[in-house]
């Protein structure tokens, strides 16, 4: 294992693609999530900067998430009305007022965390410890949280 001795060659180990190998954003932006935090990043961290950053997964949900599921079933219920490129609020909810939105992102907060306690408490993998992907869940005939 070659180990770095300054900020020369760390700076060269960067830049240099022989060196530091790329697939993807990986390693540099784990580098920056380190040095942006002071020195320490935790993995939690680390995992939103690469969610941030990974261009490819944010046009990837442009394209095929946004407008397909979501955006269907919300224009569908009459929460949302789709223009162009953008969604907005249907027009029984455009002008609420401040404390009314924020109701509503209390309980959309409530939501989130509800559904994310029941897929990481149900189908956390013994092995890896890594969540089954709720696709791979709802595949095995799992249902959704109530």
Request: hydrophobic share 40%; glycine share 6%; proline share 4%.
């Amino acid at each position: 294992m070659n180990h770095l001795a300054d900020l020369g060659e760390l700076k060269g180990f960067i830049l240099d693609r022989n060196r530091m190998q790329m697939s993807h954003i990986y390693k540099p932006v784990m580098i920056q999530a380190v040095l942006s935090r002071g020195g320490t990043a935790t993995r939690d961290e680390i995992a939103a900067d690469f969610l941030a950053r990974d261009v490819l997964q944010i046009e990837y949900y442009r394209r095929n998430v946004v407008n397909q599921m979501p955006g269907v079933r919300l224009v569908r219920d009459g929460v949302l009305v789709r223009q162009g490129d953008a969604h907005r609020l249907a027009e029984p909810f455009q002008d609420l007022t401040k404390a009314q939105k924020l109701e509503l992102m209390a309980a959309r907060e409530q939501r989130i965390k509800k559904h994310v306690a029941f897929y990481r408490d149900q189908f956390k993998s013994k092995s890896t410890g890594y969540e089954i992907p709720l696709r791979a869940a709802r595949h095995r005939g799992l249902r959704a949280p109530p």
